[in-house]
């Protein structure tokens, strides 16, 4: 699980864990299917996050949800960004907007960063875009985002090659 978080003395914390590929039957009536190597298609991954303060649970997702490919690479890669100072800000609205994060530098003279994240609630139980549900304010350094866009990469390589060498045969 990838956590964004401070430490213990400040314990908000944004937690992503990345499951699996989201995985079609080539017999269900789909434009997205799982295809041989180099052939046009969108790759999923199923995900789950929760929102903690402290012990507690805020809010922990209510059913897996799926992320495209190239938006955990985009925010993996603007984190990593973020972190070594060659960015200010990051805001991540995915194309399936089931969470929003914004991260941007307090200011120019601080290595504190403000974090806004929340989770779309009513997408969580009725795949309905509200747009709005329970969220944390908080504040982590570059070491923190760091850390999370690390932990990201590890959850994202851990779920292994999308197509394995049976399926390229």
């Given at each position: 699980?990838?956590?964004?978080?401070?430490?213990?003395?400040?314990?908000?914390?944004?937690?992503?864990?990345?499951?699996?590929?989201?995985?079609?039957?080539?017999?269900?009536?789909?434009?997205?299917?799982?295809?041989?190597?180099?052939?046009?298609?969108?790759?999923?991954?199923?995900?789950?996050?929760?929102?903690?303060?402290?012990?507690?649970?805020?809010?922990?997702?209510?059913?897996?949800?799926?992320?495209?490919?190239?938006?955990?690479?985009?925010?993996?890669?603007?984190?990593?960004?973020?972190?070594?100072?060659?960015?200010?800000?990051?805001?991540?609205?995915p194309i399936e907007p089931d969470f929003g994060l914004v991260i941007r530098h307090l200011s120019e003279s601080s290595s504190v960063?403000?974090?806004?994240?929340?989770?779309?609630?009513?997408?969580?139980?009725?795949?309905?875009?509200?747009?709005?549900?329970?969220?944390?304010?908080?504040w982590v350094d570059a070491s923190d985002i760091e850390r999370f866009a690390s932990q990201l990469g590890a959850e994202l390589h851990?779920?292994?090659?999308?197509?394995?060498?049976?399926?390229?045969?």
């Amino acid at each position: 699980m990838a956590t964004l978080t401070h430490d213990a003395e400040y314990p908000c914390a944004f937690e992503l864990k990345l499951l699996d590929w989201e995985r079609y039957s080539p017999n269900e009536d789909t434009d997205i299917k799982t295809v041989r190597s180099g052939e046009a298609y969108t790759l999923w991954v199923k995900y789950c996050m929760d929102l903690r303060v402290g012990d507690s649970i805020l809010y922990k997702s209510a059913k897996e949800t799926t992320l495209v490919l190239e938006d955990i690479k985009r925010l993996i890669e603007e984190l990593q960004q973020l972190a070594d100072g060659s960015k200010d800000e990051v805001a991540f609205d995915p194309i399936e907007p089931d969470f929003g994060l914004v991260i941007r530098h307090l200011s120019e003279s601080s290595s504190v960063f403000d974090v806004d994240v929340w989770i779309d609630f009513p997408n969580q139980v009725s795949h309905f875009y509200g747009g709005y549900g329970p969220g944390l304010y908080f504040w982590v350094d570059a070491s923190d985002i760091e850390r999370f866009a690390s932990q990201l990469g590890a959850e994202l390589h851990a779920i292994g090659a999308y197509i394995t060498e049976k399926e390229e045969r």
